[in-house]
């Protein structure tokens, strides 16, 4: 049963921005590590950012600087502010949960707690 549903991608021009959400619609995950993945075609699935349940964050350095991970408690949903896209950002982009700590969940390829459906980001050059 999916728990995490994610929504807000598109396709956008390079330099340009989006907002994702993903809603916990089962109110399973709020003490939980939240994160954002991606993954595009043919590619390794990569950790962007992650948030711990006390606000602690934790970022790809290819998305330093230009993306924002932040959640709302009370709508129990997390957020990725993604500005001056590239077309190197073009994925599938996924929420996720676990209890590993940020950067740890950054880096971990195997399954997790918790996993959305995706919502597709494209950015042309």
């Known amino acids: 049963q999916v728990q995490l549903v994610e929504s807000g991608g598109g396709s956008v021009q390079a330099g340009g921005s989006l907002l994702l959400s993903c809603v916990d619609i089962?109110?399973?995950?709020?003490?939980?590590?939240m994160a954002w993945f991606r993954q595009a075609p043919g590619k390794e699935r990569e950790g962007v950012a992650a948030i711990d349940r006390d606000g602690s964050t934790s970022y790809a350095d290819s998305v330093k600087g230009r993306f924002i991970i932040s959640k709302d408690n009370a709508k129990n949903t997390l957020y990725l502010q993604m500005n001056s896209l590239k077309p190197e950002d073009t994925a599938m982009y996924y929420c996720a949960a676990d209890r590993f700590p940020p950067q740890a969940l950054l880096t971990w390829h195997g399954t997790t707690d918790a996993w959305g459906q995706g919502t597709q980001v494209t950015v042309s050059s």
């Open positions: 089962g109110y399973a995950y709020r003490s939980y590590c």
